[in-house]
């Protein structure tokens, strides 16, 4: 890349950052002014909250990015990073919190998302108060470390966090995210079995903005093009798409997973261009399903994954089955 064009990105990569700190600036202006809905009570992030339930594997990695893990006094059942998160007292999952183990925890806010209307309800009613949050996006992910780093005290580490994965991020974006665009179908679950003899069953494919954005940042261009976030499609339907690079997301969580069974199961489908051409990758990091502080991990292997050839290392190609 010449010098010219290495300024030009900077450009807008300082144009970017400068834009959202005046944003937040905006926001926070308002909320000084108008306050947020915390647990059904208007109030402003403006204190600092010392005992902290993270219902989701992202905020959990959030707070402890942040510096901000002895302040997480419960996590929820699927929260294992990093290590220090597996110690703390377990609450319930996402959508079932355990309200009785809760209550008993006294915490000052539970962090939740904004598609848990109940739970969100039911907090209200017991005087809890919640910092509500969206992941649905980049940005999303982005703004949510700002609203827990104002929330815990530790503003600045969320500025420099942000400013690492926007670095990080545009550089990924700039060395991948150019012509061509392969058609990428990405499977965020499936049924999980040992016979190899059939294709995979009850698939579902990634089609939200957050997958989608991921994508085209790493390069491709997502083959589902429907409006459900995450569909649920046959085989006849991945025929009928015929993506040129399949990536199945199978984190192994307490499992073990067989990927060369999976591998087996893809190849099936022998008519699609990703079997023909050995493009079919399976990942089990857990990161490539958890929309948090190491997006922009997730977004390098995608990016590898889809243009293997733009990997100067050849050691860190994934190899395709």
């Known amino acids: 890349m010449s010098q010219k064009a290495k300024l030009v990105v900077l450009v807008l990569l300082i144009i970017a950052i400068a834009a959202f700190w005046a944003h ?3 926001q926070q202006k308002q909320l000084d002014e108008e306050g947020v ?3 059904g009570r ?3 992030i403006t204190k600092t909250y010392n005992r902290i339930i993270s219902l989701a594997p ?3 990695e959030m707070l402890f990015a942040l510096g901000a893990g002895d302040k997480v006094i419960g996590v929820s059942e699927f929260c294992n990073y990093p290590e220090e998160a597996k110690a703390k007292p377990k609450m319930g999952g996402l959508m079932n919190p355990n309200y009785e183990v809760i209550v008993a925890a006294k915490p000052d806010v539970v962090i939740v998302f904004n598609e848990m209307l109940q739970p969100t309800d039911k907090f209200k009613s017991l005087n809890i108060e919640t910092l509500v949050l969206e992941h649905s996006t980049v940005q999303n992910i982005f703004q949510s470390i700002q609203d827990i780093g104002e929330c815990c005290g530790a503003s600045e580490q ?3 966090i942000f400013k690492e994965l926007t670095s990080k991020m545009t550089a990924i974006q700039e060395k991948y995210g150019n012509e061509p665009h392969p058609k990428v179908l990405v499977i965020v679950g499936h049924d999980i079995s040992q016979d190899s003899t059939k294709p995979p069953v ?3 494919a990634a089609g939200d903005e957050f997958y989608n954005q991921m994508i085209s940042y790493a390069g491709g261009q997502n083959v589902y093009a429907g409006t459900a976030p995450f569909p649920t499609i046959n085989s006849e339907s991945i025929i009928s798409m015929n993506p040129e690079v399949i990536i199945d997301l199978v984190p192994a969580d307490k499992n073990p997973i067989d990927t060369n069974v999976i591998i087996k199961q893809w ?4 008519q699609i261009e990703a079997v023909k051409k050995n493009r079919i990758y399976v990942f089990t990091e857990d990161y490539m399903t958890i929309p948090g502080p190491r997006v922009a991990m997730a977004l ?3 990016a590898v994954a889809i243009k293997p050839e733009l990997t100067a290392d050849a050691n860190e190609r994934p190899k395709g089955n």
């Open 267 to 270: 190849k099936n489908l022998s």
């Open 300 to 302: 390098e292997k995608l």
């Open 42 to 44: 208007d109030t402003g």
């Open 202 to 204: 009850n698939i579902k």
């Open 58 to 60: 992202s905020t959990t």
């Open 158 to 160: 969320a500025k420099k």
């Open 37 to 39: 809905t915390i647990g």
């Open 24 to 26: 937040r600036a905006k």
